[in-house]
């Protein structure tokens, strides 16, 4: 069975603390992805990646950075945390097959105080 | 979302037949989706369309027109279970992008 895991599901944290939220896909996918869902916005994608070492901005990219080391791990790091990332973060993943779909990990809620 | 339109909330009886629709706006096109999300949980995937025409997949059938940017998720013999929120999305390039969700109340 396909499975993205999200370190965390929920984190408290404080204005300016540093953040790292892990993911880890286990189906060699190529493509990881990270989005934030709020109500109202929807899920709106912050960084992705289809490769190793290698990433790009999606729409909502200021206040956010990520790392993929490895194929298998996708971390997004909040370098000064603020109020306005509270939100719930979502991790996904994709291969390269015919449909491409996404398979989501269980999200992180993130308050940040 | 940006450039998706689909709406807010719907509710409808069990054992009925219920319609979302999705409009989308988008400059680059490879495939139109649609994931399920409970409360709480992750979405997951529900169906696909990348040619115009009807999929269907037990209960659940997609519609798509590419040159009017119209999708519709159809949902029949609706069970409580089916309470959620549907999420429709277009992918260009590899990047998906989503709508705002269809919270869909079902009904005794």
């Known amino acids: 069975d396909v499975k993205v895991t999200q370190s965390s599901r929920y984190l408290v944290k404080r204005t300016g603390e540093k953040v790292f939220l892990e993911c880890v896909q286990d189906?060699?996918?190529?493509?990881m992805f990270w989005y934030r869902q709020d109500p109202g916005l929807g899920l709106r994608l912050i960084y992705f990646?289809?490769?190793?070492?290698?990433?790009e901005k999606g729409d909502i990219p200021e206040g956010y950075s990520v790392s993929r080391e490895k194929k298998e791990r996708f971390s997004l790091i909040l370098e000064s945390a603020s109020t306005n990332q509270t939100s719930m973060y979502l991790c996904?993943?994709?291969?390269?097959?015919?449909?491409?779909?996404?398979?989501f990990g269980e999200g992180s809620r993130l308050t940040v105080l | 979302g940006q450039n998706i339109d689909q709406p807010t909330e719907m509710t409808a009886t069990e054992g009925a037949i219920v319609q979302i629709n999705c409009t989308y706006q988008?400059?680059?096109?490879?495939?139109l989706f649609w994931y399920q999300q409970h409360a709480g949980e992750a979405p997951t995937f529900l169906s696909y369309n990348v040619l115009d025409g009807l999929e269907e997949k037990g209960r659940f059938s997609s519609f798509l027109s590419r040159s009017k940017g119209y999708s519709y998720l159809l949902l029949k013999e609706l069970q409580m279970k089916d309470s959620a929120s549907y999420l429709c999305?277009?992918?260009?390039?590899?990047?998906?992008?989503f709508g705002d969700g269809t919270t869909l109340t079902v009904k005794p």
């Open positions: 988008t400059s680059g096109f490879n495939g």
């Open positions: 990646s289809y490769d190793v070492k290698m990433k």
């Open positions: 996904a993943s994709t291969g390269q097959g015919k449909i491409g779909e996404l398979f």
């Open positions: 999305a277009h992918r260009d390039a590899g990047k998906s992008t």
């Open positions: 189906m060699d996918h190529e493509n």
